[in-house]
């Protein structure tokens, strides 16, 4: 490998982590403000439909369900403050426990009632928020390193011992 190839490869995992930040920042704050102060509000099931995802090799799903298993995904209906919202939300397991017009808990913000979080999925969100900049700028250090070293022997200086 090339050290200006990693270079490359550092500037650009560096300028996508730091384009994520300002994302993962509001993301954050949001699943903070929900966690604090978040309304909890009751949604009635409108509509359920059931989807065939794909379970990963490594995982628990693969024993028990096989290559894919059934997910339900609702439409739900909920009022904030006198106004009717619509949301999406995949429906906890097992399915078929849940009909329609049962009702459901979810978070939102008061400031942001559109948004709707089922609050399981909620270290789900703070995960991929925190994590995605984190793990790009470490890889832009990483090939930055690994440029420096392999300029260093490239040019006939294998190492700075003493």
Request: aromatic share 8%; net charge positive.
């Amino acid at each position: 490998m090339k050290a200006w190839f990693c270079f490359a490869l550092a500037v650009l995992c560096g300028l996508l982590g730091l384009l994520l930040i300002p994302d993962s920042v509001r993301e954050i704050g949001r699943l903070f403000r929900l966690s604090r102060g978040g309304v909890r509000v009751f949604a009635q099931i409108t509509r359920i439909e059931e989807e065939s995802v794909s379970t990963s090799d490594d995982s628990t799903d693969r024993a028990r369900y096989g290559p894919y298993k059934i997910v339900e995904e609702a439409t739900v209906r909920y009022v904030v403050a006198d106004r009717e919202y619509q949301a999406r939300h995949r429906l906890p397991e097992p399915i078929h426990t849940l009909h329609l017009g049962d009702r459901i808990p979810l978070l939102v913000l008061a400031e942001e009632p559109s948004r709707s979080y089922l609050p399981g999925d909620l270290p789900g969100n703070w995960m991929m928020a925190f994590m995605i900049p984190v793990i790009l700028l470490l890889a832009a250090a990483t090939f930055g390193g690994t440029g420096v070293l392999l300029r260093d022997i490239s040019r006939g200086r294998p190492g700075r011992a003493r």
